[in-house]
């Protein structure tokens, strides 16, 4: 049989797992395995040549009882309704792991970034915000970046609802530029928020990390400073990093300056000097210690999770790895941290950002980050409790399995409380 791969099919494939081990509500699971709303456009923007070319966009809020929702706009050329679908899912679960004031969301556009120039994104970014300005809001749906959209595009689309609404409403974004009002520390807070998850992990596995070989796909904002950090604070060494296009493996260890040179000259770190290229396919089955993906969806899948055995799998991309994978994984022992324990740490630094544009009252950089480890060290606690506790009751879960039971039962409650059941 051909693996599922429809990654809305997946996250509810997911949900009815979680919903059946902890013998959820049906009217509850009624509730949660569809998005509360599901809005697509279809609108103009204009390109170099003066004409207008017509693009299409969505926003998905999933679910809305603990917050307003929440969750990054996707720029990609192959984006679908049932990426959006799934990715506003995996945001509530999330937020509500997480346990902070939000439920969850998510948008795409049909776009090649690598095709459009700065003002073709600008005229898109603007005409995307006109399309869906109804649905948005800082206490109605808070959107972000997430692939191929960068901080400047939010502070273009901060302008253009601001601009509708005839007044400055910064929170109605995250990830801003430190200019109109983003946080220090947002930028690298999902990598930051995903190492000091790994440094609970390995304490936990015993592993020292100073000694550790660690391989990274993905070279976007996740990625980069997933490298940087791994290797200037815990000093690990990267052996092995990719782009799209591929990527490279030096045993000795990798030079950030010298791949963003490559990339800078070249267009792929492939271009690096020393070392040897690799595959895609072949960096995720490399002799790691760690391995983080830092990409997107179904990388590590039921043809290739057989060959995948790091100590540590630390989910920074959203949805790298497949239900068939995610059970392949946990026979062989690997510990497979899923992405939205690991990659929580985007959200919770557009939570601290949204905090402070609500109140005009600004933290520092050191706040910030003490602020984070403080809440993702609680989720990987209450994570690794909840396997615990189910595994004294007799039923073996996986750390994402115990994730889900914790942020669904939120969810569940806030609905229940509220009486959506
Ligand atoms: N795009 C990031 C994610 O998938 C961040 C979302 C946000 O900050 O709202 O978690």
Same mark, same amino acid.
Request: hydrophobic letters at 40%; proline letters at 4%.
């Given at each position: 049989?051909?693996?599922?791969?429809?990654?809305?099919?997946?996250?509810?494939?997911?949900?009815?797992?979680?919903?059946?081990?902890?013998?959820?509500?049906?009217?509850?699971?009624?509730?949660?395995?569809?998005?509360?709303?599901t809005v697509i456009v279809n609108f103009p923007a204009k390109m170099r040549d003066g004409k207008t070319r017509t693009f299409r966009g969505f926003r998905v809020l999933?679910?809305?009882?603990?917050?307003?929702?929440?969750?990054?706009?996707?720029?990609?050329?192959?984006?679908?309704?049932?990426?959006?679908?799934?990715?506003?899912?995996?945001?509530?679960?999330?937020?509500?792991?997480?346990?902070?004031?939000?439920?969850?969301?998510?948008?795409?556009?049909?776009?090649?970034?690598?095709?459009?120039?700065?003002?073709?994104?600008?005229?898109?970014?603007?005409?995307?915000?006109?399309?869906?300005?109804?649905?948005?809001?800082?206490?109605?749906?808070?959107?972000?970046?997430?692939?191929?959209?960068?901080?400047?595009?939010?502070?273009?689309?901060?302008?253009?609802?601001?601009?509708?609404?005839?007044?400055?409403?910064?929170?109605?974004?995250?990830?801003?530029?430190?200019?109109?009002?983003?946080?220090?520390?947002?930028?690298?807070?999902?990598?930051?928020?995903?190492?000091?998850?790994?440094?609970?992990?390995?304490?936990?596995?015993?592993?020292?990390?100073?000694?550790?070989?660690?391989?990274?796909?993905?070279?976007?904002?996740?990625?980069?400073?997933?490298?940087?950090?791994?290797?200037?604070?815990?000093?690990?060494?990267?052996?092995?990093?990719?782009?799209?296009?591929?990527?490279?493996?030096?045993?000795?260890? *990798?030079? *950030?300056?010298?791949?963003?040179?490559?990339?800078?000259?070249?267009?792929?770190?492939?271009?690096?000097?020393?070392?040897?290229?690799?595959?895609?396919?072949?960096?995720?089955?490399?002799?790691?210690?760690?391995?983080?993906?830092?990409?997107?969806?179904?990388?590590?899948?039921?043809?290739?999770?057989?060959?995948?055995?790091?100590?540590?799998?630390?989910?920074?991309?959203?949805?790298?790895?497949?239900?068939?994978?995610?059970?392949? *994984?946990?026979?062989?022992?690997? *510990?497979?941290?899923?992405?939205?324990?690991?990659?929580?740490?985007?959200?919770?630094?557009?939570?601290?950002?949204?905090?402070?544009?609500?109140?005009?009252?600004?933290?520092?950089?050191?706040?910030?980050?003490?602020?984070?480890?403080?809440?993702?060290?609680?989720?990987?606690?209450?994570?690794?409790?909840?396997?615990?506790?189910?595994?004294?009751?007799?039923?073996?879960?996986?750390?994402?399995?115990?994730?889900?039971?914790?942020?669904?039962?939120?969810?569940?409650?806030?609905?229940?409380?509220?009486?959506?059941?």
């Amino acid at each position: 049989m051909v693996e599922e791969l429809d990654p809305f099919k997946i996250a509810q494939q997911q949900l009815d797992e979680a919903a059946s081990i902890m013998n959820l509500d049906k009217q509850a699971l009624a509730l949660l395995r569809e998005p509360m709303q599901t809005v697509i456009v279809n609108f103009p923007a204009k390109m170099r040549d003066g004409k207008t070319r017509t693009f299409r966009g969505f926003r998905v809020l999933y679910n809305n009882a603990r917050g307003p929702g929440k969750g990054g706009i996707r720029y990609h050329p192959e984006e679908t309704i049932e990426t959006v679908k799934a990715l506003s899912a995996w945001m509530t679960w999330k937020c509500s792991l997480a346990n902070i004031q939000y439920g969850g969301s998510k948008g795409g556009v049909i776009c090649d970034t690598k095709k459009l120039n700065e003002t073709e994104l600008e005229n898109i970014s603007r005409a995307y915000i006109r399309a869906i300005s109804k649905f948005i809001g800082p206490e109605v749906d808070v959107p972000a970046p997430d692939v191929y959209t960068t901080p400047q595009m939010m502070a273009w689309m901060m302008d253009e609802f601001s601009r509708i609404k005839e007044h400055n409403v910064f929170g109605v974004i995250t990830g801003k530029p430190l200019e109109v009002w983003g946080s220090e520390g947002r930028n690298d807070s999902t990598a930051l928020g995903g190492l000091y998850i790994l440094r609970e992990a390995a304490k936990m596995k015993k592993i020292d990390l100073k000694k550790a070989k660690v391989a990274i796909q993905g070279f976007g904002n996740a990625g980069h400073f997933a490298f940087s950090i791994a290797s200037e604070m815990f000093g690990c060494k990267i052996v092995a990093i990719s782009d799209s296009q591929g990527g490279v493996y030096d045993e000795k260890g *990798l030079d *950030l300056k010298k791949l963003d040179e490559a990339k800078e000259k070249t267009g792929s770190v492939q271009g690096y000097k020393g070392g040897k290229k690799v595959s895609n396919e072949e960096l995720l089955e490399l002799n790691v210690d760690i391995l983080i993906p830092a990409a997107i969806e179904n990388q590590i899948h039921g043809g290739n999770a057989a060959r995948i055995k790091p100590k540590i799998l630390l989910e920074l991309a959203n949805g790298p790895v497949t239900p068939e994978a995610d059970k392949i *994984l946990s026979a062989n022992g690997v *510990l497979d941290l899923p992405d939205f324990l690991v990659n929580s740490g985007g959200v919770i630094g557009s939570y601290f950002e949204w905090i402070q544009n609500q109140q005009g009252y600004y933290w520092t950089r050191e706040e910030f980050d003490k602020k984070l480890d403080v809440i993702v060290t609680k989720s990987f606690k209450d994570v690794m409790a909840t396997q615990k506790e189910y595994a004294e009751k007799g039923k073996k879960i996986n750390p994402r399995m115990a994730a889900y039971i914790i942020a669904v039962g939120r969810v569940a409650s806030a609905m229940k409380t509220r009486g959506w059941y």
